[in-house]
């Protein structure tokens, strides 16, 4: 037995942050799943997604009413997925694969739709168990059917009660995301940062306790692995990077 005492690994011996959860749209990847759903409802869709966004009213009214507009069916969501995974945030694989070779449990919790988040999700190597978004089901001819109606994620305060039950992450956790669902699980984690290199919601980033804005997710490996600088060369310039996007985020001290 080794006493209770942490082994060093080949990335980081001791990150700041031992559970890190990514939000997906215009966090992970530089799109709106629903939005690009919508197609000739765009601008309708957009509004309420916008207003879900800002707070301005609750997910649970908008939800349902936006897939009864846009009816995704199965070949639709294989599309959606594709045009995630082509539209991954530049830094993002590296930070997801540097996170979990140290150690770190990475999670996504999204109230995008399951089926088209799982192809962003496998394609930065997150184990599909550590994957939570609103399932959708179809028909016999793979048309729209309906969605998970008991999903916390289709409401307001769900991603704060979803992560409120995990008894057995450890912690510190770090949140990142950029919308009021967003934001809402900032008292049930240790670290709230508002992503804003795709969209800057105010709502959000007013209250987040750090704000990125750089269109780069290196500066949240930076805050995950905390002040000493990782092992492997590799880890070491996205590090970096992220240190010099904090940098200029963060005013120094007087």
Request: aromatic content about 6%; charged content about 30%; hydrophobic content about 45%.
């Amino acid at each position: 037995m080794d006493g209770g005492l942490r082994v060093p690994n080949a990335v980081h011996p001791d990150p700041a942050y031992l559970t890190v959860v990514f939000d997906c749209d215009s966090t992970l990847s530089d799109l709106e799943g629903i939005d690009a759903l919508a197609a000739d409802h765009d601008m309708e869709v957009r509004a309420l997604t916008d207003a879900a966004m800002r707070g301005d009213v609750a997910l649970e009214e908008v939800y349902a009413r936006r897939l009864e507009i846009v009816k995704p069916s199965a070949q639709r969501l294989e599309w959606l997925g594709r045009l995630y995974v082509g539209m991954v945030l530049p830094d993002a694989r590296a930070v997801v694969r540097i996170l979990r070779e140290a150690d770190v449990l990475v999670r996504v919790v999204s109230g995008g739709l399951l089926p088209a988040i799982l192809h962003v999700t496998r394609d930065l190597g997150i184990p599909d168990w550590d994957v939570f978004a609103v399932d959708v089901t179809f028909d016999e001819k793979g048309e729209y059917a309906g969605f998970d109606r008991e999903s916390p994620l289709a409401r307001s305060g769900g991603k704060r009660d979803l992560i409120a039950s995990w008894d057995d992450v450890p912690r510190p956790i770090m949140m990142v995301g950029d919308g009021t669902t967003d934001l809402e699980t900032k008292p049930v984690v240790d670290r709230f940062v508002a992503f804003a290199g795709v969209v800057e919601r105010t709502a959000v980033v007013d209250h987040a306790d750090v704000v990125l804005r750089d269109k780069s997710l290196a500066p949240v490996l930076t805050l995950a692995l905390g002040l000493e600088r990782p092992l492997t060369r590799d880890a070491r310039y996205v590090y970096e990077r992220g240190h010099s996007m904090l940098a200029r985020a963060v005013p120094p001290a007087d």
